[in-house]
């Protein structure tokens, strides 16, 4: 039987995953209202990091303290300090981005509406459209998107999934995400250059048709969404030698490109025009061959 969301009723109390955004300044005015009038206001950022995102300013501006949660909490014990304070009183989650674009946060989500716990999403900004907004690209020709993880030799993981997601997209013309690996509660993150390696490694290791080369036209971001955000359009190798500064980080690989896209990367990113043409080519020759 269909559900359809139930209207909530005077009286119920609400369970609330509002977006931080990609941005210390992202919340919208209506996560703002809400984030002043409910009972307990949860943070968690452990899925990503928000440059120059500050506890006690967001505090601060919200007369109010805030309870920060993590991984333990949200996955392990499964939320349950949430639920149980959301069974009898207006709670609002926060996370960094969009609420659901980790997808970890689903989970309690559905567990909550299990417990007749009523929900509700704030959405803001996220990565996922930013990324392509900021660059030029075109967010309709977006292909699947996959993460770059951070390898661990010690134990054999060396997973080539990220290079066979860009396989499948530039066969289908498509331009291809990756977000990269941040692990916020140690510390760790991976790196454009690194991932740029490890998408070489996977490609030699594939042993097919070369796609990741030098030559390869790459779009590196860093920190979108802030005031000092960066990004870079060329060749694999340029790329390489670039110091993007602090994360969060993502590529693009494009597919195939419009006209106006390549003009975006020339003249937003000073891309030089010979790698455009020369990936151009290398595009048409994997849809020859698909």
């Known amino acids: ?6 209207l909530v009723l005077n009286g119920d109390h609400l369970l609330y995953f509002i977006g931080l955004g ?14 002043r009038r409910v009972d307990t206001v949860f943070l968690e950022l452990y899925t990503s990091i928000i440059p120059d995102f500050k506890l006690d300013w967001l505090e601060n501006m919200l007369g109010r303290k805030i309870r920060v949660v993590d991984r333990e909490d949200l996955e392990e014990r499964g939320g349950e300090d949430i639920l149980r304070e959301a069974k009898v009183a207006d709670v609002a989650l926060l996370t960094p ?8 946060h689903i989970v309690l989500r559905i567990e909550a509406e299990r417990r007749n716990i009523k929900t509700r999403i704030i959405h ?3 990565i996922i459209t930013a990324a392509f907004s900021s660059c030029g690209l075109q967010v309709y020709k977006m292909g699947r998107i996959v993460t770059i993880t951070i390898p661990e030799p010690k134990v054999g993981y060396r997973p080539i999934t990220p290079y066979l997601v860009l396989k499948e997209n530039l066969e289908r013309g498509l331009h291809t995400l990756f977000l990269l690996e941040i692990r916020a509660e140690s510390g760790e993150f991976l790196t454009i250059p690194k991932a740029l390696e490890l998408l070489e490694d996977m490609d030699r290791r594939v042993g097919e048709e070369s796609i990741v080369d030098d030559n390869t036209l790459v779009v590196g971001l ?6 000092n955000e960066y990004i870079a359009a060329g060749s694999l190798s340029e790329l390489k030698d670039i110091e993007f500064g602090p994360p969060p980080y ?4 494009p597919g195939v490109l419009h006209p106006i ?5 020339t003249t937003l990113f000073d891309c030089k025009l010979e790698v455009i043409e020369g990936w151009r080519e290398r595009v048409k020759s994997v849809l020859k061959n698909t």
Not at 1 to 6: A, E, H, N, Q, T
Not at 22 to 35: F, M, P
Not at 222 to 227: K, N, W
Not at 250 to 253: A, D, E, F, H, N
């Open 1 to 6: 039987m269909l559900k359809i969301s139930r």
């Open 22 to 35: 990609i941005s210390e300044k992202g919340l919208s005015i209506e996560a703002l209202e809400i984030l």
């Open 250 to 253: 993502s590529l693009i690989i």
């Open 261 to 265: 896209e390549e003009e975006a990367l």
């Open 97 to 104: 981005g969009d609420p659901f674009i980790a997808t970890t």
């Open 124 to 126: 803001s900004s996220s």
């Open 222 to 227: 860093a920190r979108v969404g802030t005031p």
